[in-house]
């Protein structure tokens, strides 16, 4: 089990960018895939993108060509670039860990906000 810590978040304009960063903090092992996952007031939480230890990716439909999710290996650090945010994008975003037990370990959140 490790400790998600999430940075990167804030308010930005329509059109605007944000970069989200989440280092695990604590051993790694057993991690199979990294990922985001964001949650909307009054929606479930959805998946963003994700990211296996090999490189594979994924990402939901909504945010396909807008945000970019990659990784940092010497760093264990998986960061989430989003590009022309949308008041829709507007959510709390978890940093996700899943292993390959299937056990998922949760950030706490960072709020990302962005004004039309």
């Known amino acids: 089990q490790v400790r998600l810590v999430e940075s990167g978040g804030g308010l930005v304009q329509a059109g605007g960018s944000l970069r989200l960063s989440c280092a695990p903090s604590g051993s790694v092992f057993g991690i199979n895939v990294m990922g985001w996952y964001r949650q909307a007031p009054g929606k479930q939480r959805e998946l963003v993108a994700s990211?296996?230890?090999?490189?594979?990716?994924n990402y939901a439909d909504s945010v396909k060509g807008r945000f970019t999710i990659s990784r940092d290996n010497a760093r264990n650090t998986v960061y989430l670039q989003m590009n022309s945010l949308k008041a829709e994008d507007t959510a709390v975003y978890h940093c996700?860990?899943?292993?390959?037990?299937?056990?998922?370990?949760w950030g706490q959140g960072t709020q990302v906000t962005v004004s039309s």
């Open positions: 996700n860990a899943e292993y390959y037990n299937g056990k998922h370990d």
């Open positions: 990211i296996t230890w090999g490189g594979s990716t």
